[in-house]
């Protein structure tokens, strides 16, 4: 019998968007406050499609900086790396508190996106006006990390494998996610789908 694992959910979401989606929960259960998160990465959905206006959305739901950049050739890029952004406000939900800039991979390749996003960087080039802290990086990857795989991808960042993420999502992701993951799941696991494994 063969067994393949699908690409997408059945509503034409890409599994992974839905990884992403999964990494924003786990981001934001992290920080303590998983309402306070957003999925950057592109193709977008819940921000603005354009790189320009997703950029002042994000500037806008965090309270910091002033503005999309200026840069050169801005609305060329798709998310430039970031796919997800979770910060822990303050009751006055002023500028000057803890946000998570995060890149998950996916595929077989991930050990060449460990550090890809470097959070500074990606705020200079993108948004006018200072970030009182600079973003924490994170990378996100779905696949249980051995020590040895972990060792890179862990300096300087944040590392959430499938473990961790596990550990913070647990059983308690709301309804419509977590009918997602287990629709696609039950998909992916048709035998047959998408040839032999």
Same mark, same amino acid.
């Given at each position: 019998?063969?067994?393949?694992?699908?690409?997408?959910?059945?509503?034409?979401?890409?599994?992974?968007?839905?990884?992403?989606?999964?990494?924003?929960?786990?981001?934001?259960?992290?920080?303590?406050?998983?309402?306070?998160?957003?999925?950057?990465?592109?193709?977008?959905?819940?921000?603005?499609?354009?790189?320009?206006?997703?950029?002042?959305?994000?500037?806008?739901?965090?309270?910091?900086?002033?503005?999309?950049?200026?840069?050169?050739?801005?609305?060329?890029?798709?998310?430039?790396?970031?796919? !997800?952004?979770?910060?822990?406000? @303050?009751?006055?939900? /002023? $500028?000057?508190?803890?946000?998570?800039? &995060?890149?998950?991979? %996916?595929?077989?390749?991930?050990?060449?996106?460990?550090?890809?996003?470097?959070?500074?960087?990606?705020?200079?080039?993108?948004?006018?006006?200072?970030?009182? !802290?600079?973003?924490?990086?994170? @990378?996100?990857?779905? /696949? $249980?990390?051995?020590?040895?795989?972990? &060792?890179?991808?862990? %300096?300087?960042?944040?590392?959430?494998?499938?473990?961790?993420?596990?550990?913070?999502?647990?059983?308690?992701?709301?309804?419509?996610?977590?009918?997602?993951?287990?629709?696609?799941?039950?998909?992916?696991?048709?035998?047959?789908?998408?040839?032999?494994?």
């Amino acid at each position: 019998m063969s067994v393949g694992i699908a690409d997408d959910h059945e509503d034409g979401t890409t599994v992974y968007k839905l990884f992403e989606e999964l990494s924003a929960v786990a981001a934001g259960r992290y920080l303590g406050d998983s309402k306070t998160t957003a999925v950057f990465g592109w193709p977008r959905q819940g921000l603005p499609a354009g790189f320009r206006d997703a950029v002042t959305h994000l500037v806008d739901l965090l309270r910091e900086g002033k503005a999309c950049g200026d840069r050169e050739n801005l609305n060329q890029s798709n998310d430039d790396g970031l796919d !997800v952004v979770a910060w822990r406000d @303050f009751p006055d939900r /002023r $500028a000057s508190k803890l946000i998570l800039f &995060g890149q998950c991979a %996916v595929g077989r390749h991930w050990r060449e996106k460990t550090h890809e996003l470097r959070p500074k960087s990606w705020c200079k080039r993108n948004i006018a006006g200072a970030i009182a !802290v600079d973003p924490i990086p994170a @990378f996100f990857v779905p /696949r $249980a990390l051995s020590e040895e795989d972990a &060792g890179d991808a862990r %300096v300087d960042q944040l590392l959430l494998d499938r473990c961790r993420i596990s550990s913070l999502c647990g059983r308690t992701l709301d309804d419509p996610l977590e009918q997602r993951l287990q629709d696609w799941i039950d998909t992916s696991l048709k035998p047959g789908r998408h040839g032999d494994c």
